[in-house]
């Protein structure tokens, strides 16, 4: 069945490093969502990317979804603590109105 | 802020009890959403309803899970009996939604922290 996976699992990263997480879908997506979940909390929508291709700003974080529309990535600049939380891909499956979630990234960041 | 409100925030009870949690979606919001989380599984969906019509319960065990929606400001879901591996943290999401649910953006409640002894 269609799957989104991400990669790393896991990343510690001392504060002030970069870090970025991939996401990769087994099949065509018509958008890609990114959510934040801090220890303890909820996922919080980030963003959607919609266009092959597409890139999107948000202060230090860029996501970008891919001319194939099948794999993405959210890159964070100069990490912080508050940066700290795992970061969830999901994609629709197919025209079910469901979302597939990734199995997320956790970001550890040392201060 | 506009949050989604879910009840009990913890719970704990023994095997075989009926666990009823229950979720206030956004005011406007016309889509509602159930979410299993645990560690092995991650984010699962379990059920979803629009306008408060259920479009699709196919990631509930039917058997002893039940997800309505009595009005446009609440939704349960319910467990009886319920058994330890129903121990997770279940969120309720909503979301304005036309055509397909999942092109949308959707907005977690703080979720209700399940263990069944």
């Known amino acids: 069945g269609q799957q989104v996976m991400q990669i790393p699992q896991y990343q510690h990263v001392q504060e002030g490093e970069d870090f970025t997480t991939y996401c990769n879908s087994s099949t065509t997506l018509s958008n890609i969502q990114w959510y934040k979940q801090r220890p303890g909390g909820h996922p919080v929508f980030l963003i959607q990317?919609?266009?092959?291709?597409e890139v999107k700003k948000q202060k230090r974080l860029t996501f970008q979804f891919g001319e194939a529309k099948k794999n993405s990535s959210l890159h964070i600049t100069a990490t912080q603590t508050t940066d700290v939380g795992t970061y969830f891909c999901a994609g629709p499956r197919g025209n079910t109105g469901k979302l597939i979630f990734g199995q997320g990234t956790t970001l550890q960041v040392k201060p | 802020d506009a949050r989604v409100t879910q009840t009990p925030r913890h719970k704990v009870t023994e095997m075989g009890q009926e666990v009823t949690m229950r979720c206030q979606p956004i005011l406007g919001h016309n889509t509602v959403f159930w979410y299993r989380q645990t560690m092995m599984q991650g984010l699962e969906l379990l059920a979803y309803f629009r306008n408060r019509a259920p479009l699709d319960d196919s990631g509930m065990p039917k058997d002893r899970f039940s997800a309505e929606m009595p009005d446009a400001t609440l939704a349960t879901l319910k467990i009886q009996p319920s058994e330890p591996r129903d121990s997770a943290v279940y969120f309720c999401a909503s979301g304005l939604t036309q055509g397909i649910p999942s092109n949308q953006p959707q907005h977690f409640g703080d979720g209700t922290r399940l263990s069944i002894l």
């Open positions: 990317l919609v266009k092959s291709g």
